[in-house]
Antibody, heavy 122, light 107 residues
Framework: ELQLLESGGGLVQPGGSLRLSCAAS????????MTWVRQAPGKGLEWVSA????????YYADSVKGRFTISRDNSKDTLSLQMNSLRADDTAMYYC???????????????WGQGTMVTVSS | EIVLTQSPATLSLSPGERATLSCRAS??????LAWYQQKPGQAPRLLIY???KRAPGIPARFSGSGSGTDFTLTISSLEPEDFAVYYC?????????FGGGTNVEIK
């Protein structure tokens, strides 16, 4: 079974930092472009960031550009999201998701983790 | 940014009825549109990709259609487990975007 597992969420004060991680089982994460999607409590889905297979190209929503950094370590088959200068409106469940197609980008997402909750509050 | 508008926001139907959900894009996304189902406390699940292709394991009662700016997700006969929130997502251009969702609730 293909699975993703996020970790690293928690409670952080406004202006603080947090690093999320995502690990895969049942498939080789390093063969797929990967994405982070978030969902504020009671709200819809918001695409946050994506990274190509090689890691050479990254993409961000305007709401997080300059504050968040997506990265991957293909030798360890892991994905990360470094979140700095956190704000109250960053409070959300953060999901990592796998691109449907091998070696692609700009795709749909066929495998999702269960999410890790980030709460930004003083 | 391509804005996806889903309608209606809420659809109240009974099991066995047909559900028709709409997603309209602010500019053409060709056939690069997907549909997801999300139940409370769960991650989204991919149902349809590239407007009309069912993801593996998705029942045949789910079908997608459309291209350009107007798309439809149809559930031919609602099963009890189909009551959930449905989102569309475009991959025509960066940034990727999702629609606001349609809540299919039991009437």
């Amino acid at each position: 079974e293909l699975q993703l597992l996020e970790s690293g969420g928690g409670l952080v004060q406004p202006g603080g930092s947090l690093r999320l991680s995502c690990a895969a089982s049942g498939f080789t994460l390093s063969s797929y472009a990967m994405t982070w999607v978030r969902q504020a409590p009671g709200k819809g889905l918001e695409w946050v960031s994506a990274i190509t297979v090689s890691g050479d190209d990254t993409y961000y929503a305007d709401s997080v550009k300059g504050r968040f950094t997506i990265s991957r370590d293909n030798s360890k088959d892991t994905l990360s999201l470094q979140m700095n200068s956190l704000r109250a409106d960053d409070t959300a469940m953060y999901y990592c998701a796998k691109d449907l197609r091998l070696l692609g980008t700009l795709d749909s997402f066929d495998v999702w983790g269960q999410g890790t909750m980030v709460t930004v509050s003083s | 940014e391509i804005v996806l508008t889903q309608s209606p926001a809420t659809l109240s139907l009974s099991p066995g009825e047909r559900a028709t959900l709409s997603c309209r894009a602010s500019q053409s996304v060709s056939s690069y549109l997907a549909w997801y189902q999300q139940k409370p406390g769960q991650a989204p699940r991919l149902l349809i990709y590239d407007a009309s292709k069912r993801a593996p394991g998705i029942p045949a009662r789910f079908s997608g259609s459309g291209s350009g700016t107007d798309f439809t997700l149809t559930i031919s006969s609602l099963e009890p487990e189909d009551f959930a929130v449905y989102y569309c997502q475009q991959r025509g251009n960066w940034p990727l975007t999702f629609g606001g969702g349609t809540n299919v609730e039991i009437k």
